[in-house]
């Protein structure tokens, strides 16, 4: 508007200054003339000045304007920078924590598989020894020979004490075996804490990352025209924020997957390991009530060998069932590697959107369309990767579903 005033009156003084020359050149001593001239040229002064003065106003506000929006622009890559290093930092934590968990856990099923395989072993070469000796009790008593007889019950008397007491100290070992095991899921389950924590920093430097956007915006909006561009860059940066934060969601739920993998494995180990005792401690007892009732052991041999076929059937089944909760280990550590790959590429697609933001050159409004299309062909580049790892995630969430083959 004022611009407009400047030109009206520049051109109403050249007017009056054309008006009061040709009046001049009709009639030279007419007292309009003079009047003309009087008035034209103390305004055409005017308009001039006001002009120059108009015009060194405006270049000032734009030299404002300019430099307002540079100072932002600089903050913000700074600001931008630092959230980046500390994005790292908290990513490669996340790597360094889900790396301790794998070898935690690979350790502690190692553990587990050995001693309930050992397990097994042991049950059936007891199994196999006991059946053995019954027999020989058993045509023993049948036998006329006194003398005999009594040699083949202390002899099975002793034999039995023997294995009862090899039995009770496999139990005991396992026992101990799978407390160990319980502590270190325990430490596990510390680590996933552990990592629940870095994902609560993620989530914080999301939030960080969207109120520096927000900011962003707001400058540029102050900027006018100039800052437009840079207001397209700021939604980008806004956009980027939603969905770190959903990527922080979707690791939230594998390790949520994890815990549950893990209580499942570790209910099955303390199912196995009280029965277990159970057992021992009942076949302790039942080797005691037959030295006291040596006239029945005819009987009490038969129902002997037909307790330790259920035991050991028993003692089977504990087995299988923990073999095939030892699965888990496979299925833990393919979402351990999924999640490996997701933070590296969610840290190389945060990279990659930091150096798009450094200023070069002059900050124009190209240039900040240029930009504008480089993250939009980051964002399409990034779908396609994170599409690709939707696609390959796992779904199962507990051993009890799918099928699972023994070891």
């Known amino acids: 508007m004022k611009n407009n005033i400047d030109r009206v009156l520049v051109w109403a003084a050249i007017t009056l200054l054309i008006i009061a020359t040709a009046t001049a050149f009709l009639s030279p001593d007419s007292t309009t003339t003079r009047w003309l001239l009087l008035i034209s040229m103390p305004l055409l002064v005017f308009a001039i000045l006001w002009g120059q003065r108009i015009r060194a106003r405006y270049k000032r506000m734009r030299r404002q304007a300019h430099e307002s929006l540079t100072a932002a622009i600089r903050d913000y890559e700074i600001n931008s920078n630092q959230v980046m290093g500390k994005s790292s930092k908290q990513f490669n934590t996340l790597r360094d924590s889900i790396e301790q968990a794998g070898n935690i856990m690979t350790n502690a099923t190692q553990r587990l598989s050995g001693s309930l395989t050992g397990l097994e072993h042991e049950s059936a070469g007891q199994r196999e020894k006991l059946k053995e000796m019954v027999g020989e009790l058993l045509v023993l008593v049948s036998s006329d020979d006194q003398k005999e007889q009594t040699k083949g019950i202390q002899k099975f008397t002793l034999e039995t004490e023997q294995l009862i007491n090899r039995f009770v100290t496999t139990v005991t070992d396992l026992k101990s075996a799978s407390d160990q095991i319980a502590d270190t899921f325990g ?154 790959d997701r933070s590296r590429k969610m840290e190389s697609y945060l990279h990659d959107v930091i150096t798009i933001q450094r200023p070069s050159g002059d900050l124009d409004a190209a240039v900040f369309q240029h930009r504008a299309q480089q993250l939009q062909a980051l964002l399409s580049t990034a779908d396609r990767h994170f599409g690709d790892l939707d696609e390959t995630a796992i779904t199962q969430s507990s051993v009890a579903e799918g099928e699972v083959q023994l070891f």
Not at 190 to 217: C, S
Not at 252 to 276: C, F, P, Q, W
Not at 311 to 328: A, K, M, V, Y
Request: hydrophobic share 40%.
């Open 187 to 340: 430490r596990m389950n510390q680590q996933i804490e552990g990592v629940g924590n870095l994902l609560n920093d993620v989530n914080t430097i999301t939030a960080q990352t969207d109120l520096l956007a927000l900011n962003a915006a707001i400058e540029a909006a102050r900027a006018g025209e100039a800052g437009r561009g840079f207001a397209v860059v700021a939604d980008e940066v806004r956009s980027l924020a939603q969905r770190t934060s959903q990527f922080s969601e979707q690791i939230r739920s594998l390790l949520s997957e994890i815990e549950r993998s893990i209580k499942t494995v570790g209910a099955s180990v303390e199912k196995a390991t009280s029965t277990d005792l159970s057992v021992a401690a009942k076949s302790q007892d039942s080797v005691a009530l037959m030295w006291d009732e040596i006239q029945g052991l005819n009987n009490k041999a038969s129902n002997q060998s037909q307790s330790i076929t259920e035991i050991t059937e028993n003692i089977h089944r504990l087995i299988s069932e923990g073999i095939i909760s030892l699965q888990f280990e496979d299925i833990v550590n393919q979402l351990l590697i999924q999640i490996g």
